[in-house]
């Protein structure tokens, strides 16, 4: 993973106003069918991920556990963060490349997860 290229990117996005920060936020944005992809920190809490992975499977919406709380605020320029939905699917698919999923749905996103975060 090119944490570096990735969290640059990131903050590209949000300066693009192509995020949703939060857990909550990310669950309402993938059920509007709004998030192209979503990072769940690897420090977020097993509650929060319960609330999310599921639904993110349902809905087969690309999703990688990748950095920390406090890696994925910062580049967004906020405090901690625990899920990090990206609405434009161009980013989308670049951020996952680059957090080290695919941009495959579900199964292949499975390798780059670790139960033990979730």
Do not use: H, W, Y
């Amino acid at each position: 993973m090119d944490s570096r290229a990735l969290l640059s990117l990131l903050g590209l996005a949000a300066r693009a106003r192509a995020t949703v920060t939060g857990t909550g936020a990310a669950r309402s944005a993938v059920r509007d069918g709004k998030a192209a992809a979503v990072l769940l920190a690897g420090d977020a809490s097993p509650t929060q991920s319960r609330k999310l992975v599921p639904l993110l499977r349902a809905r087969g919406t690309p999703f990688v556990v990748c950095l920390t709380q406090d890696e994925l605020g910062g580049a967004l320029g906020r405090g901690p963060v625990s899920a990090v939905a990206v609405t434009d699917s161009n980013l989308a698919r670049r951020i996952v490349e680059l957090a080290g999923g695919s941009s495959q749905p579900q199964d292949a996103q499975e390798e780059s997860r670790t139960d033990a975060s979730i």
